[in-house]
């Protein structure tokens, strides 16, 4: 069973920097295409980044250059390292893994807030 675990989540001052991880159980970690969403309260989910299998990175034009998305699949995790942070990133923050014909997992989602 695919489950995904998100950590690194938490306050933050503006220019700050936070690390987020995702853990994905189960063996197709390394075959998936991965994404980090984020989500403000009465907002659609926005993908901020997505990593193939091979590690290929895509960025959201409003975090390129500040966020950096990566991959480990000998430890079956993803992770987002976001610099210089803004008080506009605030969000939940959601891990998304993408299988196969059709298979879409989520984490349960981590709270980022950028405030001073």
């Known amino acids: 069973q695919v489950q995904l675990v998100e950590s690194g989540g938490g306050l933050v001052q503006p220019g700050g920097s936070l690390r987020l991880s995702c853990y994905v159980s189960?063996?197709?970690?390394?075959?998936?295409?991965m994404a980090w969403y984020r989500q403000v309260p009465g907002n659609t989910r926005e993908l901020v980044a997505d990593i193939t299998s091979g590690g290929t990175t895509n960025y959201a034009d409003s975090v390129k250059g500040r966020f950096i998305a990566s991959r480990d699949n000998a430890k079956n995790t993803v992770s987002l390292q976001m610099n210089s942070l803004k008080p506009e990133d605030t969000a939940v923050y959601y891990c998304n893994l993408r299988y196969g014909w059709g298979d879409v997992y989520w984490g349960q989602g981590t709270q980022v807030t950028v405030s001073s």
């Open positions: 189960g063996s197709i970690f390394s075959f998936a295409a």
